[in-house]
């Protein structure tokens, strides 16, 4: 409800906000509306559940202008070009840039930022015989970093090995950039392993790319996936219209046990969030001008037939732990057999509790919401992200990527886990290409790493240099947008703390 002089304090806080820059202030002020007016009426169910914090709409307010994560088919701006911003299609490699250059500066997003930049190096690759190659792809790097300053934007490299890819990495490995976060598409059977130890390598000294289980995501749409923001699998030419979460934890302190839990709060709460993520759909779908007038609709870059609904979950970890407790158990998730097959029990029943709900859109995941495991945001304090095992808790390396393969089948919008290394992986990136390939025939989805002593580090999803961290700390703005989400992950999650492992 409208309440002035709530909406005058945020405002406040934000245009006196020394930390933030000029764009990053009118972004934050461009939200605060939508935080205060109701454009839809909630039900009372929903808005007692949200203000328990036992579901999250992810700071998108209550209605939308634009889905939240959209994925343009960018291999028809490479074949035809763009009409409306009079664009034709590139016939050398500095047009090639060009041309992705202007075309994401239009794309809409929750970031206001591109959060899928595309298999940029399969739309690079029929150009790569220029002399200047090299300079044109470091140049165009360099742009991308400076002018979309939030690493939710995201390039997808592979399975192939192409001369575009192999130079990407290398160039990132020596520029050391937080943005944009990178992801190859990983299939042993097509992906070489020289490219892989290359991609390895380039992770251990900035974090990315990380290792998508191609054979996996490939299976789950009718169309090409796309990995984009922090780890989210979606249709390319669609992508989400919006994403709520249920936070686990937060509902299993209201559990008497186990069985009260699935029976009764869960099922309750997922219908309740479903019920609301319609609403947001529809509204936009309906009411909004974006479906009917947005110009990368009009010529099919995106279609509304690829979105979907994307249902988000953290907290597994201390939900598991708290239903323990309180039937006297001292079983901990990730440690044990019961508790591990409770954290299963709960996905199972939660997974079918999102299937018997049927949206009106939704028609790329057949009138379903699609799982997506939530990697938290700033303010969450002792929920861990998704389906991981708390930071301090890690178990030894094989045992947690066994645990992963257990767990993050059960998304398919979206799960990863983390595992930063210290110096002796540098010595032998092929051991973590081995490592990723037992992961992965094992049915684990996303691997992602970086090294102990990198200054650009994954936080939940998304990557932020610690250097900036420290100039945050010290009331001093950086360009990077999502550094002050990194921020209060860093101060509330201990990320710093994570388990660094050896080979």
């Not at 220029?130 to 970093?145: M, N, Q, T, V």
């Not at 029990?345 to 939530?374: L, P, R």
Request: hydrophobic share 35%; net charge negative; with cysteine.
């Amino acid at each position: 409800m409208l309440n002035i002089t709530d909406m005058k304090k945020d405002v406040e806080s934000i245009i006196t906000n020394t930390a933030l820059t000029n764009e990053q202030a009118a972004m934050n002020l461009s939200a605060v509306p939508f935080n205060y007016v109701e454009f839809f009426e909630t039900s009372s169910e929903f808005r007692e559940l949200l203000e328990a914090g036992c579901v999250c709409t992810m700071t998108e307010g209550n209605a939308t202008y634009c889905p939240r994560y959209t994925l343009p088919d960018y291999e028809k701006l490479m074949r035809d070009g763009c009409r409306f911003l009079r664009l034709d299609p590139p016939k050398t490699l500095f047009e090639a840039t060009q041309t992705l250059e202007m075309f994401y500066r239009h794309i809409p997003s929750v970031t206001h930022y591109p959060v899928y930049l595309g298999s940029v190096d399969k739309m690079l690759e029929p150009f790569m015989d220029d002399p200047h190659a090299y300079e044109i792809l470091k140049s165009f790097l360099i742009f991308l970093d400076r002018t979309i300053p939030d690493s939710y934007c995201h390039m997808n490299l592979g399975p192939e090995a192409t001369k575009a890819g192999e130079m990407i990495v290398e160039i990132q490995t020596e520029l050391k950039n937080a943005i944009p976060s990178i992801t190859l598409l990983y299939d042993p059977d097509i992906t070489p392993d020289d490219f892989a130890a290359k991609c390895v390598t380039c992770a251990l000294a900035c974090a990315k790319p990380s290792f998508a289980n191609h054979k996996e995501y490939q299976k789950i749409y009718r169309t090409p996936y796309g990995i984009a923001s922090c780890y989210n699998a979606l249709p390319v030419g669609g992508g989400s219209f919006t994403l709520s979460r249920i936070v686990l934890s937060r509902l299993a302190a209201r559990a008497k046990d186990s069985e009260h839990f699935l029976h009764d709060l869960l099922p309750h709460t997922v219908r309740v969030l479903c019920e609301y993520i319609e609403q947001k759909i529809e509204f936009l779908v309906e009411r909004t001008h974006f479906f009917t007038s947005n110009f990368l609709v009009e010529e099919g870059f995106l279609k509304l037939e690829n979105f979907t609904g994307m249902f988000g979950v953290v907290g597994m970890n201390e939900c598991v732990n708290t239903l323990m407790e309180k039937e006297g158990c001292s079983d901990r998730y990730g440690y044990s057999e019961k508790a591990d097959r409770l954290a299963q029990d709960i996905m199972e029943k939660m997974t079918q509790c999102v299937m018997d709900f049927e949206s009106k859109y939704c028609d790329c995941t057949d009138h379903h919401f699609t799982m997506h495991a939530q990697v938290g945001i700033d303010v969450d304090y002792d929920i861990s992200p998704g389906v991981r095992i708390r930071i301090g808790d890690e178990l030894p390396l094989y045992e947690h990527l066994e645990h992963c393969a257990k767990m993050q089948p059960y998304f398919n919008s979206g799960v990863g886990d983390i595992f930063p290394f210290d110096e002796t992986a540098k010595r032998n990136p092929a051991a973590i290409v081995d490592l990723i390939k037992g992961a992965f025939s094992k049915g684990m989805r996303y691997f992602s790493t970086y090294s102990d002593d990198c200054d650009v580090i994954r936080i939940t999803g998304y990557l932020v240099k610690k250097s900036d961290i420290e100039k945050l700390d010290k009331g001093i703005r950086v360009q990077q947008a999502n550094a002050m989400w990194g921020y209060g992950e860093v101060k509330n999650a201990r990320i710093y703390e994570r388990k660094v492992r050896n080979l």
